[in-house]
């Protein structure tokens, strides 16, 4: 899906009423790149980054990805974690509270069965906001996965029916099979077309 930045940017803006930080400092979108990232990512996957640095140098923070949602921040409940969209099975809430400070967080359940926590000390961020965005994308790349194994599955079957064709015809040629057989191989096609 090549689009799927300008989907996320649209949900972005419709769930919070803003459009996403762009970063003009160079140098503070290299580090993040670098060190939250891992240097898995480049500039133009970026959607938006929360800087929580002290020098404001991109250090630390949340970086979201047109792919995944990358945290390197001493604070968070999960102090480092890339999460792929496609990877994340499932979004839940974890709201709790401890002394009457909130200690709320999203839990991030992954495929592989590791659980990442993002919690509100990530400066400004609205958790809820947060996990509508991530279901956002996390769909989004299923239908993207959706499509991609629908287009191969086709590409197989339609190799499936050419190779019918090239046998029937290979037949015709060396053996001068008879018009019964021809029949049958050609009502098999149809019936292989027609599933597909």
């Not at 300008?6 to 459009?19: A, N, S, V």
């Not at 970026?46 to 640095?53: A, L, R």
């Not at 509270?97 to 990442?116: C, E, N, P, Q, T």
């Not at 050419?162 to 021809?182: F, V």
Request: hydrophobic residues 35%; negative net charge; glycine residues 6%.
């Amino acid at each position: 899906m090549d689009n799927i930045k300008e989907l996320i940017i649209e949900k972005y803006h419709q769930i919070t009423g803003f459009e996403p930080i762009v970063e003009d400092y160079e140098p503070r979108i290299k580090k993040m790149l670098s060190t939250i990232c891992r240097g898995r990512y480049s500039k133009e996957q970026i959607v938006d980054s929360n800087d929580t640095s002290i020098f404001g140098n991109g250090a630390s923070g949340m970086v979201f990805t047109t792919e995944a949602l990358c945290v390197k921040d001493a604070g968070n409940s999960t102090s480092q974690f890339i999460a792929r969209f496609k990877d994340i099975k499932y979004c839940s809430m974890d709201e709790d509270s401890i002394f009457g400070v909130d200690i709320s967080a999203i839990k991030l359940h992954m495929r592989s069965g590791a659980v990442y926590r993002l919690s509100t000390t990530l400066d400004g961020l609205d958790l809820a906001q947060m996990q509508e965005l991530i279901e956002h994308a996390m769909h989004l790349h299923d239908l993207d996965g959706e499509a991609e194994d629908s287009q191969s599955g086709d590409s197989a079957s339609d190799d499936d029916v050419d190779d019918l064709d090239s046998d029937s015809s290979d037949q015709d040629d060396e053996d001068g099979a008879p018009e019964a057989i021809n029949e049958a191989a050609s009502f098999v096609v149809k019936v292989i077309s027609s599933l597909v």
